[in-house]
């Protein structure tokens, strides 16, 4: 079964998420991109401390980034994004546009596989802290 959500996070770039030049730094994305994930799990009532508390860990096992047009210090930009879940397997997918959505900055998709934090083994499913926020967003 596949469930698709969408959820969006505002940023700003501030001096520090830039480069000499005042544009982006490309690894401020990546950062974005958790910041988002981590608030859409919020949204759902989940805190990501309580997941690990309950023996799983997410970690990233696939990551893919474009980037297609660069920020700048100041800019406002919103990370739109949408959970994709088939079985165990979490994929995130992003885009970075404009506030009035006029301008792509950058599209990707994130993997996540729930792992136990003792075995370090991936689950056979998703622990029930998450399967039953997914299953009842909103």
Request: proline share 6%.
């Amino acid at each position: 079964m596949q469930q698709k959500f969408s959820f969006d996070y505002p940023v700003r770039v501030q001096a520090h998420h830039t480069d000499y030049a005042g544009i982006a730094w490309h690894g401020t994305y990546v950062a974005w991109l958790e910041e988002a994930r981590v608030e859409y799990l919020r949204s759902l009532g989940i805190e990501f401390a309580d997941v690990v508390a309950s023996g799983c860990d997410l970690p990233v096992v696939e990551l893919s980034l474009r980037y297609r047009k660069a920020l700048h210090l100041s800019q406002p930009a919103i990370v739109k994004t949408k959970l994709n879940f088939q079985g165990v397997r979490l994929n995130w997918d992003y885009e970075i546009r404009s506030p009035d959505d006029s301008d792509l900055y950058l599209t990707a998709r994130v993997t996540l596989v729930p792992v136990d934090r003792q075995t370090w083994k991936i689950m056979r499913q998703l622990p029930p802290i998450l399967q039953n926020a997914i299953a009842n967003p909103h």
